[in-house]
């Protein structure tokens, strides 16, 4: 297993933890209503890559973020609290058992709303959509794991890809191989584009996305970009990845990829944005 | 185990089975066209609960009851001969294998229909959908667990739910536990209301169908109901209740409940009626 | 096992193999472009009987030929180079895993546009269909079974059916049994008719086609037609028959039967033909 740990020597000493402000868990009240719908693409994010999460909630609105157990990929989004049809809290963090929010969720209709509301004296929250109230035990937040925060790393390039041109990339090299490179480079006819790679022991695949036709936006300061990534963990995070969002990817030379996107449309404004950042793959081996 | 069985002392000497007259076999003929689609809807409702069954055949129409091994759950389900394009039958009982009737009627389209006509030389049923015969053996009936009536009770609860709503709590007690309780209470706000609850070693879960907004009709004679039941039962009914329909459902305290619904509409008639009543759980052990 | 192989004696010497004049594998080129979904349709057809298929490439299309393993059934299908949008060969034949080659294609949308290139140099063959380059590493064809011709056979009756009717007949049969029986005969109103029969051990199930309502054309020397086929290589054939089509069916009396259906319509006009044919069951054991 070559792959350089997200936490380890390759982002080296700045990176930075969430603090003990944020651990404290005193909630004094948090009680918020949205749409069903909105509540499970904002918590459905975070299903690739864990089974429990620890959610900060704060009087802008919700985030989190969250690591795989090998260190390789982290995941943080928010929600503002402008996607709620009502929205209280004064700040704090909780932790719960992610399959089962979502659970809970699929039980409402897509125009149904949900409320949130945690009982300080009991420690649960009540989930309340319609005529139905589930009460859910939360979890010890200091008992989960807790998520590194995502490095700041100036990344040479920078191109925008439609979610279904990355969705086909990644089914395509699924076919040839278990890696998939991600490299910068010029078409037969001098053009720049990004290429999405697979090498298997007999066939290859090879998805050209030019910045005539095909990229949304593309910046190269030069040096361009090319790693290896475990397409095992591109395609759990692709499976969240809404089919009609843009993708901003920033790319180095065997480097942390980092995968921007956002979604959770209310009236034209995304409300939620999601950074992935992958660390890449030194060697197939 | 603490079900009580649906034959045993909770209904007491009074419980009176298919009397000899049903069991004569004795069919001088049968013949009957229906749409496929309403054949299947009456057929499916024994689905759950039987893998034969024995039908009955009068000139009024069908009626067929079941009850499962271990006498916990029984339903009843006639379909009006009205129902029928074409309806011609002098009485009698035949038993067959209820899957592959299902199978055979799952090969015709919605619109098409469905002629049954019982070979009396044989005593094989035909089953013609279009230019398809199937040759059904049959079984005997008195080799098929013979059925108990649905004992007559007088239960001071009837609430009248929809479909939906009665699926929804059942979805959501499934994610806490195997049982399900169903009450009578009163909200917050002094409002008459039906709950179906879960409670399971972590969570809890309750639906409150309130008279005011989620319940079609509501009469408590003044004792109210509470009464434990296995959910495994009440998903395996629930399973093949239609979705647009209002069921009827009588409770009392540890007491059986019952639940009633009509369906198989023909120019705004309901042609079936079903009646289903189960056992409670004295204990959840 | 009783089935007769289709390349015994059934056949006798007549039966001719491909001439060594097809196996040259010396291709000058070949480039040639279709809809996505007019491939798909074209290299399904092969799936139920064989892995690894031998393409040949002519000037005026494509045509393949499969047997099973057990030399039970045979397909021969082309598509007309009037399909492709761009067509250019010089002739030849290629092999490769067809399965591979269906997993390409599933990665194009319905409208897009698929290439086929051979490149001489590296003997692979790219398949680009949009961005997305497929670069698949081929099989020698010499090492892929060879496939015999269908021989020349009159029989006495020829029957076309809609694909909807033969899929119904193998539907209801596979409830009671293992095989099928393709036979003519009359109704009891004396209108010829053809069977699809299946006997169980407590089931029958008979599908009757008219000439009057069901057949879309019938042909009768005189001698009728009565022949016994195993379910699963016809479920296998059939699962790739398009809904829609029509089925000509040539039938004899225990002798094999020839099934073909043209589709991969164009503007209208047909552009594959598919040829089936299945040795018969002498008996049931």
Redesign the interface.
């Known amino acids: 297993m070559s792959t350089t740990p997200l936490d380890g020597a390759t982002f080296g000493p700045d990176t930075t933890v969430a603090s003990d402000e944020d651990l404290t868990q005193t909630i004094e009240g948090f009680q918020a209503t949205a749409e069903v719908s909105l509540l499970q693409d904002y918590f459905d994010q975070f299903d690739a890559l864990v089974d429990e999460m620890r959610l900060h909630i704060t009087e802008d609105g919700l985030w989190a973020s969250a690591v795989d157990p090998a260190n390789v990929a982290i995941i943080v989004e928010d929600l503002d609290e402008s996607a709620f049809d009502r929205y209280m809290a004064s700040g704090g963090m909780i932790g719960f058992n992610l399959g089962?929010v979502i659970?809970?969720l699929s039980?409402g209709d897509k125009g149904e709303l949900a409320t949130l509301e945690l009982d300080l004296e009991t420690r649960k929250l009540h989930i309340q959509i319609e005529?139905?109230?589930?009460?859910?035990?939360l979890i010890d937040p200091e008992s989960i794991r807790k998520e590194p925060d995502i490095p700041q790393m100036d990344l040479p390039v920078t191109a925008v890809v439609e979610a279904s041109?990355f969705d086909?990339?990644l089914?395509?090299a699924d076919?040839v191989d278990n890696h998939l490179t991600l490299r910068t480079g010029t078409t037969d006819d001098g053009v720049d584009a990004l290429y999405l790679e697979a090498e298997g022991d007999?066939?290859?695949?090879?998805?050209?996305?030019?910045v005539d036709?095909?990229l949304v936006a593309f910046e190269d300061d030069g040096e361009g970009g090319n790693s290896l990534f475990s397409l095992d963990y591109l395609k759990d995070i692709n499976k969240v990845i809404p089919g009609d969002v843009e993708i901003t990817i920033e790319l180095g030379s065997e480097f942390p990829v980092k995968l921007h996107y956002d979604h959770n449309e209310v009236d034209g404004d995304a409300k939620s944005g999601v950074t992935v950042m992958l660390a890449p793959r030194i060697s197939k081996e």
């Open positions: 089962r659970d809970i039980m005529e139905l109230s589930y009460t859910l035990a041109d086909r990339g089914t395509a076919m007999t066939d290859d695949v090879d998805l050209e996305l030019t036709e095909d």
